[in-house]
């Protein structure tokens, strides 16, 4: 199944022209076979990513949103907290996950990263470190697989139709 991705870098120092990790994440869809609908850069502000994240919420064409950027601990990473503020669901074993996977990249420092997923209306959003290094985990070691509907024993596809029960 092939899915619409909207792709978000949190920068305050990126423009698309240099954006290495969000160049390695258009690659990474256009491999997948998935659609790349719509691709920003903000600056590390909490209230425009937030309006960014809900004028996506309301897309019907998007199924799934994918930030980098914003993940570390500095006083100007605040992808999570803006994650926080419109997430119905945290999806807390991505960040486990990832952080796991991180650690045989670039040992314990993995541990340096908040990176995360939430449901919000229907949809997923992954929040992605903006190190080239970290989307390439994120990718290869999990989106790769739960956004790819043949992955068995499960995957996010299959619970896409789904996501909005009540």
Same mark, same amino acid.
């Given at each position: 199944m092939i899915v619409n991705i909207a792709l978000l870098t949190v920068t305050d120092t990126r423009t698309i022209d240099n954006d290495k990790s969000g160049a390695i994440l258009v690659k990474k869809i256009e491999e997948a076979k998935h659609n790349l609908i719509d691709r920003k850069i903000c600056?590390?502000?909490?209230?425009?990513?937030?309006?960014?994240?809900?004028?996506?919420?309301?897309?019907?064409?998007?199924?799934?949103?994918? @930030?980098? $950027?914003?993940?570390?601990?500095?006083? !100007?990473?605040?992808?999570?907290? /803006?994650?926080?503020?419109?997430?119905?669901?945290?999806?807390?074993?991505?960040?486990?996950?990832?952080?796991?996977?991180?650690?045989? @990249?670039? $040992?314990?420092?993995?541990?340096?990263? !908040?990176?995360?997923?939430?449901? /919000?209306?229907?949809?997923?959003?992954?929040?992605?470190?903006?190190?080239?290094?970290?989307v390439t985990d994120a990718w290869e070691g999990i989106l790769k697989y739960q956004l790819d509907a043949n992955h068995k024993p499960c995957n996010f596809i299959e619970l896409m139709p789904r996501l909005k029960e009540k």
């Open positions: 600056k590390d502000d909490k209230n425009d990513i937030v309006i960014i994240l809900k004028d996506w919420l309301k897309n019907n064409q998007i199924d799934i949103i994918i @930030t980098t $950027g914003g993940t570390g601990l500095t006083g !100007r990473d605040i992808t999570p907290e /803006a994650l926080e503020e419109i997430a119905d669901k945290q999806i807390p074993g991505f960040g486990e996950i990832f952080r796991f996977l991180s650690l045989k @990249t670039v $040992g314990t420092s993995s541990i340096q990263s !908040r990176a995360c997923a939430v449901l /919000a209306k229907g949809k997923y959003i992954f929040a992605l470190p903006g190190s080239s290094g970290g």
